[in-house]
């Protein structure tokens, strides 16, 4: 799970494990401002706790009044033989979101892992939400694996997410590539020439109103609102002609051997694209 966006001037903070009663439970807080008082998936302060004793990660972001703001989880493991690392979430305060903690997050959780022997990181997000897929793929440098349809099911989640579906990208990220390493960049050329596969709408807000068809092109593009979250709330069945439309998308480039190669916020007009390409 993952809930940032970047702007060009950060707060300044510390980052740290978590370790005290009243850091867990700010912690606790801070999950249910960022998913809802219906949030049925916390994460508790014992085993925030414990992870930690066992390779994982329950780190914060603290401010100078030593107020949480932000916190990176996950578990570490085995995965086909190679050792990994789960990270199930992340968050910042809201008003605090595009100011750089989130990403910094990631950072820290990278080298505590790397220190741990840790090759690899693995976490979801949902593609509908924009300003995750610019973070996860074009700051942090991480690659979609695997489309997941409804991977939490229809009641795991909270009540906004029930409304179109839990729909996740599994993401791997490599912690023995350079650190600076993001994924690279499409020319705007390349961009342009790209089709859109996804229904259109008049507006990237409104409803997509049809579905082109599935073209065999070298690249295309698959469109998703600016802000799904606004729009589950304002008008929910728009939403979910989204959910319907992108699903279709990228099920079909996905199993035609087609990998997300980046993402693109076109501030001119508005609208928000992923970037799929033939390999």
């Known amino acids: 799970m993952s809930t940032e966006r970047r702007s060009e001037t950060a707060p ?14 700010a912690c606790l807080e801070l999950q249910r401002a960022t998913w809802g008082d219906d949030f049925r998936e916390l994460v508790p302060a014992a085993l ?3 992870t930690q004793k066992v390779g ?19 578990i570490s493991g085995i995965r086909d033989g190679v050792p990994s690392h789960w990270s199930h979430m992340l968050a910042v305060r ?8 989130g990403q910094a997050l990631k950072r820290y959780q990278r080298e505590v892992l790397r220190a741990l022997g840790v090759e690899q990181v693995f976490w979801t997000f949902d593609p509908l939400v924009a300003r995750n897929g610019h973070l996860n793929l074009m700051r942090l440098g991480a690659t979609v694996t695997e489309y997941v349809p409804n991977m ?29 390493a993001t994924m690279p960049l499409v020319s705007t050329r390349q961009q342009e020439q790209a089709p859109i596969v996804t229904a259109h709408a008049d507006a990237p807000d409104q ?48 199993k035609s051997d087609y990998t997300v ?11 928000c694209y992923y970037l799929l390409a033939r390999r």
């Open 94 to 101: 809201q008003e605090l979101r595009g100011r750089g903690v």
């Open 207 to 254: 409803e997509p109103t049809r579905a082109p068809p599935l073209p065999a092109a070298p690249l295309v593009r698959v469109e998703v609102p600016q802000d799904v979250q606004e729009l589950k709330q304002r008008a929910p069945a728009a939403a979910a002609a989204w959910r319907a439309t992108t699903r279709r998308a990228f099920q079909h480039y996905l």
């Open 152 to 180: 939490y099911g229809d009641t795991s989640m909270n009540q906004t997410d029930s409304v179109i579906g839990t729909d996740r990208f599994i993401v791997r990220w490599d912690l023995m590539a350079d650190a600076d």
């Open 48 to 50: 925030l706790q414990i």
């Open 12 to 25: 300044s903070f510390e980052i740290r494990p978590l370790v005290t009663e009243q850091e867990f439970v």
């Open 261 to 271: 190669r980046g993402f693109v916020r076109d501030r001119l007009e508005h609208r």
């Open 56 to 74: 994982g990660v329950a780190a914060g972001a603290f401010d100078s009044h030593d107020t949480l703001i932000g916190f990176v989880y996950g």
